[in-house]
């Protein structure tokens, strides 16, 4: 009788055990889960990684890891490898976010395995077959717009002319002269390339759209991301409001880590 009870007890000691040790891992495993912390951030044409400079004070103020992609701008294909290397680098689940030419390089890229969900910053959403330049020319382009044809090595620029009112409207005149002097020299043919895998299809999509733009009209965001079924917000500002409005984005930002948390 003592046989049977005592080893009745160890049974139901050992059972206790287990639970205990299955509830603590899976709190563990969960509170892991929840923390999507790193952000990477990757450019468009006519630019630099250092125009994320106040999104980046504001992502890292509030506990992100951030870290700015420098596109060589040359093609799709070196853009979405560039990306890729950054992400490489993560050290967990990572919000990849895109401005302009950048959300196409996202598209193509976004299927990394550290990428937990994407988000367009006034910028390209491409599916598979289609390039950034399918977009553009899906509506008039704004009077303001002063992207140039290609010079005689392919390379596209922005005109000094309207750069301050078709880029940066919100921006001080001295900061968007700045930025027309750094402007990255961009390959046209990049422009052209289609995506071949488009990481909207697999990966939660997050959009702004900045209703003052000059660059991409607000209603060619619109209908993107209204295709790819993308959670938008609309913000008031210029082709770079992630510089004028950049506590706003970065809110769009932390909504779209917020909600892959536990995923």
């Not at 504001?58 to 853009?79: A, F, R």
């Not at 992207?147 to 900061?175: M, T, W």
């Not at 000059?214 to 992630?242: D, L, W």
């Amino acid at each position: 009788m003592e046989k049977t009870s005592l080893k009745n007890k160890l049974k139901s000691f050992l059972a206790a055990a287990s639970l205990a040790l299955l509830a603590t891992t899976a709190a563990v495993t969960e509170t892991v889960a929840q923390t999507v912390k790193n952000v990477v951030l990757v450019h468009g044409a006519f630019a630099d990684g250092s125009g994320y400079k106040a999104l980046y004070n504001v992502l890292i103020k509030k506990g992100y890891h951030v870290t700015i992609v420098q596109n060589p701008l040359t093609s799709l294909e070196d853009d979405a490898a560039a990306v890729k290397l950054a992400l490489d680098k993560q050290d967990g689940p990572t919000i990849l976010a895109g401005h302009s030419w950048g959300g196409a390089v996202i598209t193509q890229a976004g299927n990394h395995p550290k990428v937990a969900a994407l988000v367009y910053i006034a910028a390209f959403q491409p599916d598979n077959g289609e390039s950034a330049f399918t977009w553009f020319q899906s509506a008039p382009p704004a009077p303001e717009n002063g992207v140039l044809p290609p010079d005689e090595n392919g390379i596209v620029y922005f005109s000094r002319e309207k750069f301050h009112a078709g880029f940066c409207a919100d921006l001080p005149q001295a900061e968007a002269d700045f930025m027309y002097a750094s402007q990255g020299a961009f390959y046209g043919k990049a422009f052209g390339t289609p995506i071949t895998n488009a990481a909207w299809r697999n990966k939660p999509a997050f959009g702004i759209v900045a209703t003052e733009d000059k660059a991409i009209v607000p209603q060619i965001q619109r209908n993107m991301y209204k295709r790819s079924n993308t959670k938008v917000t609309e913000i008031k500002g210029s082709h770079v409001v992630f510089m004028s409005q950049p506590e706003k984005v970065a809110a769009v930002i932390i909504e779209a880590a917020n909600s892959v948390a536990g995923k």
